[in-house]
């Protein structure tokens, strides 16, 4: 009883502070003044019962995405006790900064946090890795632990792992041997090697298949290896994953380049389906049952309907693919504004009369909630959703099925770029 009358003063707030749509909230205020209980309001139920939360966003660098994020993650750590954050970011690359989050739990002097590993940060980042550092502080034995998930790292590093870590969990001479004979690539060491390398591969499938016969055989003995070193309470358990971990990004890394000059929808989904892998082993590795995971929404996606995106295609993201893998549930939400600004550049505003952000926009909305089956969405079966600049005579964006793509969604009238900070390289740091 005392339940259902603290949902119903919680619904009677939603319903107090609703816009002019039809299903949305319209919360009136900025992403950090919100509470955890206008947020339990709107998302309680919803993401508890939830293996991974999965926060979108529509361009990267963008100061109000980056606020409402921070605000999410605060939010589900505190009150959901995910412990676990995972990054659109790469697997080695984002060690560094993993490593920053977890010294926090260790009394000492605290430096800066190594935020150029992320793409493109902004003074907007700074917020949420202060936040986790006083958070881990604060709970030295249940700290949060982050790392990411992407393949954008130098891949002769990855080699090298698997050579070293095969040895050191066990794994057999003649499987290591064979990614070496294999995949021309692991003799390489620079870039300028690699790019003279990469355009013979086109035409020589043969020698991609056979790399990447040899990498799926070293990660699936290495994750078994995790799974019953972990079992035996094993410290090379560790070491296992990580070797996993560096096979499917190589995977993923390889499959990407391999169909970049004759098949985008093949070349982005090998990407997406390496950060589903690569979030997978993750979560087993360091036993987490929950994660958070952020990422551009085209990652995120649930991707149940067909959406040309960027003119690609119906690219598949790592959501839809981690779900395939894993049987888990994803909600997913996405973070979309009518005039967007970040480390991408500008988008253009939308024109069409079936674009999500501008129909908000035009009711009068500026910072609102709303669910996927949110009543005004019924105008149209498809939606177009701000998400980057179209060809002349397109229009801007993606177009949705909203149900089919996401959970949520958090829109702002307007998120521009806050102040771009010095980055590392991205495709080939």
């Not at 950090?32 to 339990?40: G, P, V």
């Not at 949060?144 to 002769?156: Q, S």
């Not at 040309?308 to 888990?328: N, R």
């Not at 801007?396 to 390289?425: C, K, M, T, V």
Request: proline residues 5%; hydrophobic residues 40%.
């Amino acid at each position: 009883m005392v339940k259902a009358w603290m949902i119903s003063i919680g619904l009677w707030w939603c319903t107090a502070v609703a816009g002019a749509l039809p299903g949305v909230t319209e919360l009136g205020k900025s992403p950090e003044q919100i509470t955890d209980r206008e947020l339990a309001v709107l998302l309680g139920e919803r993401v508890g019962s939830s293996d991974v939360i999965a926060i979108g966003e529509s361009i990267h660098g963008s100061s109000s995405f980056l606020r409402v994020q921070e605000r999410l993650i605060r939010y589900l750590v505190v009150n959901h006790g995910i412990r676990l954050v995972v990054w659109e970011n790469p697997t080695l690359r984002s060690l560094e900064l993993g490593r920053w989050v977890s010294s926090c739990a260790t009394p000492g002097t605290r430096t800066p946090a190594p935020i150029d590993v992320l793409y493109m940060p902004t003074a907007a980042d700074r917020a949420l890795w202060d936040w986790v550092c006083d958070y881990n502080r604060q709970h030295p034995s249940n700290p949060i632990l982050f790392r990411g998930m992407d393949i954008w790292d130098r891949p002769w590093e990855h080699h090298t792992r698997i050579e070293s870590l095969a040895v050191r969990v066990g794994v057999d001479n003649e499987t290591v041997d064979r990614v070496r004979q294999s995949c021309s690539v692991s003799r390489l060491s620079s870039w300028p090697q690699i790019e003279a390398r990469l355009a013979p591969l086109q035409s020589t499938p043969g020698e991609y298949d056979r790399c990447r016969v040899a990498l799926t055989t070293i990660m699936h003995q290495s994750q078994q290896l995790g799974k019953n070193l972990k079992s035996a309470k094993t410290v090379t358990a560790d070491d296992a994953y990580e070797l996993a971990i560096s096979a499917s990004t190589l995977m993923g890394w390889l499959g990407f380049y391999r169909y970049f000059w004759s098949d985008d929808v093949s070349s982005w989904n090998e990407r997406d389906q390496a950060q589903a892998r690569n979030t997978m082993l993750i979560m087993e590795q360091l036993g987490a049952a929950r994660a958070i995971l952020s990422a551009h929404t085209s990652h995120v996606s649930h991707n149940r309907s067909k959406a040309d995106w960027w003119g690609y295609g119906d690219l598949k993201s790592g959501v839809f693919f981690f779900q395939a893998m894993t049987e888990k549930k994803v909600f997913n939400i996405a973070l979309t504004a009518y005039e967007a600004s970040g480390t991408q550049g500008a988008w253009l505003t939308p024109t069409a009369a079936s674009s999500m952000d501008r129909k908000l926009h035009h009711a009068g909305h500026r910072f609102s909630f709303f669910l996927a089956h949110a009543p005004f969405l019924s105008e149209y079966a498809r939606w177009w959703m701000q998400n980057g600049n179209a060809p002349e005579g397109l229009e801007n964006g993606i177009e949705i099925a909203p149900a089919d793509h996401f959970d949520a969604y958090f829109f702002f009238s307007q998120s521009l770029l806050d102040q771009a900070l010095p980055a590392r390289p991205m495709w080939q740091p």
